[in-house]
């Protein structure tokens, strides 16, 4: 750890539990213009990354699961989804089932766009059927202006028995990985929504 932090004072961190991590005082990290490359500044093309496999600049790929990606998903799913966090009370799924938690955040819903909403003849607080090629989920709906056109929103962090069907946000997700780190592709997953019936 000392070698992936050398500006952090580890054995204080161990003692106390955190330490402020260094940060230049105006804010601006790399305002001085150094940079921890061979030549001291930003690289727009990088050789290490070429010798890593990766093109030599950066450049754009689409999602698949995206506007840009492959249009037969986004013709039957035109709809981008994201799992952001929304509430306020708890931190992560731990929170989600205490009773001062919970259930003062009203429960899961889908929030959409009023156009989207429109388009599909979904009222606030109607029960709307979110889906892909991976699941199903029956929510809440939540209108709002907080969205952009195209893009509907599931709040994460809810367990199974908070949902009306047993199903959560992540039944949909896509589980592609990045292409350079290999973390989750957040938000590469499109759903269609509609009234339940």
């Known amino acids: 750890m ?14 106390v539990g955190w330490v402020r991590a260094p940060y230049p005082a105006d804010g601006r990290p790399f305002g001085d213009g150094v940079f921890d490359t061979p030549t001291g500044k930003v690289h727009l093309a990088s050789d290490v990354l070429e010798a890593l496999g990766h093109p030599r600049v950066p450049v754009y790929v689409p999602a698949a699961e995206g506007p840009g990606g492959d249009p037969r998903l986004v013709e039957a799913y035109p709809l981008q989804l994201m799992t952001p966090k929304h509430h306020a009370r708890f931190l992560n799924s ?6 001062k938690h919970g259930p003062a955040e009203g429960g899961p819903f889908v929030e959409l766009d009023p156009a989207d ?11 709307a059927r979110v889906w892909n090629d991976r699941a199903s989920v029956e929510l809440p709906v939540r209108i709002s202006d907080r969205l952009r056109p195209g893009v509907v929103s599931i709040p ?5 028995r908070h949902h009306p069907d047993g199903m ?11 292409e350079w780190g290999g973390g989750a592709a957040f938000y590469d997953t499109l759903v269609q929504v509609a009234a339940t019936t």
């Open 156 to 160: 994460w962090g809810w367990w199974r």
């Open 94 to 99: 731990g929170y989600s089932h205490l009773p």
């Open 2 to 15: 000392r070698d992936a932090l050398p500006d952090v004072d580890i054995d204080e961190l161990r003692r």
């Open 168 to 178: 959560v946000a992540n039944t949909l997700t896509n589980d592609t990985l990045t």
């Open 117 to 127: 909403a429109a388009e599909r003849s979904l009222d606030d607080g109607a029960i």
